[in-house]
């Protein structure tokens, strides 16, 4: 469970609820906030245009996709660099064949299909096209996922927009009726409100999760891609170390040392 994303939304919706209820109504203030009409123009409307804007697949994945911000991304990329090292280490020593029975023992799939390209022979020019139009791939697909709650939560905000003016053309309908005005004022905004509230709240959040987990898995990526084309060409392991490491921020270079000293212990 990845606890940022959680903490993240129930703090923003604790700290909303505490702003409502902190004034003279106290709780009862939060049935200011609610008018099912305004929830369905406002939630109903944004989805149902996003849905006009993509397939029905991609629709209800982009709607599952919210699950994926709650799970970790289970890639530690020191620790890869130095499984691409030691794997760096058998090929110099024993030959790229002797890489084939190493490949069983990967997790990866991506790498473990690298590995096997390479035992097969392939020119290191189709290993690589194979590999970056793999990569391609995925990030199309996580792209797809990002694009459905950016599209969201553009959308919030402007059917937000659109409940309020058919409040307020509701509103100058009852003029003759001023103790009216207040009260009908009060709904006509409040679906700006949950416009704001959607796109701010769940929608963004969601996307820029997606977005900074899509970096982190297509760097993992291109490093396993560099790392396997240089134990294809036989690069020193050394050298293969230092040109991973170069992926990485001075911290983590430090902590992937540290592992490669482990190791080699």
Known sequence: MDLASLLGLVLCAVLVIFGITNGDDGVAALGFFWDPPSVLITFGGAFCATLASVSMSDFLGGLKSIGLIFKPVNINVPEMITQIIDLSNVARKEGLLSLEEAAGNLDDPFMKKGILLIVDGTDPELVRGILESELSSIESRHKSKIGFWETAASMGPAWGMIGTLVGLIIMLQHMSDPSALGPSMAVAVITTFYGSVLANWICT??????????????????????????IQAGENPRVIEEKLKSFLSPSERTTSTEEGAGGEA
Request: neutral net charge; glycine residues 4%.
């Open 205 to 230: 959040p969601t996307a820029n999760k997606l977005k900074a987990n899509n970096a982190i898995e297509i760097q993992a990526k291109e490093i396993m891609i560099e790392g396997l084309l240089s």
